[in-house]
């Protein structure tokens, strides 16, 4: 089954918070690349009965050797990667069966996808494959329509496209995060804007896997 990885290199663009999020709307386990480890320590907050297994790799062997029987289970591997760049990362990135970047259309974000797109190259000439990395935008106003800014970039990109879906900025999503479960598992939760948002999110990465998988 597929590995997801949830990366970007600028540190604070919403990963953790949306890999919380995404987690508790898949069934799957796991794996924190982050040095503070902080999906560990949030998912390490669950109630007993809903605990969630996460593998914390300090090597990119350990890593291989953790992702590798993913790709024959039937259980997803949800991969947590930290705000920098690193070779565990790019393992993380090269491994996935489908990679998210959340974003922004601040500037600082932007200079991190054009960093991350340079680093998405060197990735596809070592592995010899094409890699897509699928955009979703985070921590944006709820009511914004329009990012020009990113959705003038976008097109300059080889490696990043824009997906429909996004996580906005709604505090409920810090506050839900707190007792380690995703905004969809709490009561009435998926009814909410941030659980809907959180739902449309976790289809689209469904069905971009089932298209990769064709
Ligand atoms: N959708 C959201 N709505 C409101 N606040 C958010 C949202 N997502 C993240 N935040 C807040 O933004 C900050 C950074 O979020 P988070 O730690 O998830 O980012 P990150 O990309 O994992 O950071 P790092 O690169 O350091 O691991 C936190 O204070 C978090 O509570
Ligand atoms: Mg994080």
Do not use: D, H, L, R
């Given at each position: 089954m597929p590995i997801i990885t949830n990366a970007h290199?600028?540190?604070?663009?919403g990963k953790t918070t949306s890999s919380v999020n995404l987690i508790g709307e898949m069934d799957c386990d796991a794996l924190d690349l982050d040095t503070l480890t902080g999906l560990s320590i949030i998912l390490g907050l669950r109630p007993s009965n809903k605990l969630i297994s996460v593998k914390v790799p300090k090597t990119v062997d350990e890593l291989i050797d953790i992702m590798t029987p993913y790709k024959n289970s039937e259980k997803i591997l949800f991969i947590d990667c930290g705000g920098f760049d690193s070779d565990l990362t790019r393992t993380a990135v090269a491994f996935a069966d489908c990679v998210i970047v959340p974003s922004k259309d601040s500037l600082t974000e932007r200079i991190g996808l054009m960093h991350f797109d340079g680093v998405l190259d060197e990735i596809s000439t070592i592995m010899d494959k094409e890699i897509t990395v699928h955009l979703y935008l985070c921590?944006?106003?709820?009511?914004?329509?329009?990012?020009p800014k990113l959705e003038a970039i976008i097109?300059?990109?080889k490696h990043i496209k824009l997906m429909n879906s996004r996580i906005s900025s709604r505090a409920e999503f810090e506050e839900v995060?707190?007792?380690?479960?995703?905004?969809?598992?709490?009561?009435h939760g998926r009814s909410t804007a941030g659980g809907k948002e959180v739902i449309a999110l976790v289809d689209e990465i469904k069905s971009l896997l089932m298209n990769s998988s064709q």
């Open positions: 290199p600028k540190g604070g663009a921590k944006v106003n709820p009511n914004k329509k329009n990012f097109p300059s990109f995060i707190e007792s380690g479960m995703g905004i969809t598992e709490t009561v």
